[in-house]
């Protein structure tokens, strides 16, 4: 196959679409905002990227096992109450600088046919720590894109996160915006140890609040507690049994 390969499912009119992104990284967190949006709302599958910077493997899955080399997909959502969404997400990302680059101008390339001018990035920002109070950090295109951000709740902060932000979701932010669109990063605080269904309800949070749609969290909340629950577990195998104070003598 050639390095990438893009399969064109179906070519709907889209009413002025939004690109969002959601690929694995941090706490799953954008990966899990983008496929609750698309388990909430009605969808539709219509591209498919192949690569062969993506993991050399295939998914298995149905009773006969039918095997599906690994790619990225496009859905489009279109929401009454606000305006179409072009939807990315996978199980990977590229392996390579180099591949990095190359599939998200083609990214790019598949939302700007489509006619979006505008793309949110979604991801999870480490914190090292279990988080109580889920903050969404931000990062732009342009200055003038803050402002509406900030009205939603999301925050600011120098040199934050550390390091920069990687892979597609900072590409969308630099070859977007040299590319015109009007490009967001959606960062929700989160561990970086487990998969956070809180930290990716705070993102859609903020993303409903700047595109005006309503959607349900009940799904997401039932993940939150049964991940509530794991945590729990760790924190007891952590901290080990508690001795009785009678107990609480010399042995050796």
Known sequence: MEDIEIDEVATPELDDPVLIEGLPGVGHV???AAEHLLEEFDSELVRRVYATEFPPQVSVDGED???SLT???????EIDEGPDLLVLTGDHQAGSN???YRLTST????????GAERAFALGGVPTGEL???YTVLGAVSAAELADDLREAGVEF????????IVGVSGLILGLGGRRGFESACLMGETSGYLVDPKSAQAVLEVLEARLGFEIDYASLEDRAEEMEEVVGKIQ?????PALPDDDLRYIG
């Open 157 to 164: 902060r120098p040199d934050e996160p550390a390091g920069g």
């Open 71 to 77: 790619c990225a997909e496009f859905h489009t959502v």
């Open 30 to 32: 954008g990966k899990l």
């Open 107 to 114: 990214f790019l390339d598949i939302a700007d046919s489509f």
């Open 236 to 240: 007891e195998m952590q901290e080990g």
């Open 98 to 100: 180099e591949g990095h």
């Open 65 to 67: 096992g039918v095997a």
């Open 131 to 133: 988080v109580e109070e």
